[in-house]
């Protein structure tokens, strides 16, 4: 089993950053990849990036050049720096873990994790 908690969000004007980080616990240390996955007042969730065991990372095109997703390890903590945000950027944000036993998958489809945190709000204001 594992636990997932995010902090990091708040409010920004259009242009401006922020660092989600999402701290985790438990059984971290199997063959799971890490995800962030965000959802807008109104819509479905859906995945922004992830990143695999090997640490290579694979983004949305929504987010891509603009959202960096890293991992250390020791810590067992996982950062999305978010720059240049824009007003549709503005959702709850997840922290998820994906089971894999392939060293080097991951996947931003929502469908596929199997443990989720509770959200951390990002709003950016236009």
């Known amino acids: 089993h594992v636990q997932l908690v995010e902090s990091g969000g708040g409010s920004v004007q259009a242009g401006g950053n922020l660092t989600l980080s999402c701290a985790a616990s438990?059984?971290?240390?199997?063959?799971?990849?890490w995800a962030w996955s965000r959802q807008a007042q109104g819509r479905g969730r859906e995945g922004a990036a992830c990143?695999?065991?090997?640490?290579?990372?694979l983004y949305k095109p929504s987010v891509k050049g603009r959202f960096t997703l890293s991992r250390d390890n020791p810590e067992n903590t996982l950062s999305l720096q978010m720059n240049s945000l824009k007003p549709e950027d503005t959702a709850m944000y997840y922290c998820?873990?994906?089971?894999?036993?392939?060293?080097?998958?991951?996947?931003?489809?929502?469908?596929?994790?199997?443990?989720w945190g509770q959200g951390t709000q990002a709003t950016v204001s236009s």
């Open positions: 998820a873990a994906g089971h894999h036993l392939a060293r080097t998958y991951c996947s931003t489809d929502p469908s596929q994790f199997n443990y």
């Open positions: 438990g059984d971290t240390y199997t063959n799971y990849y």
């Open positions: 990143i695999n065991r090997d640490g290579y990372t």
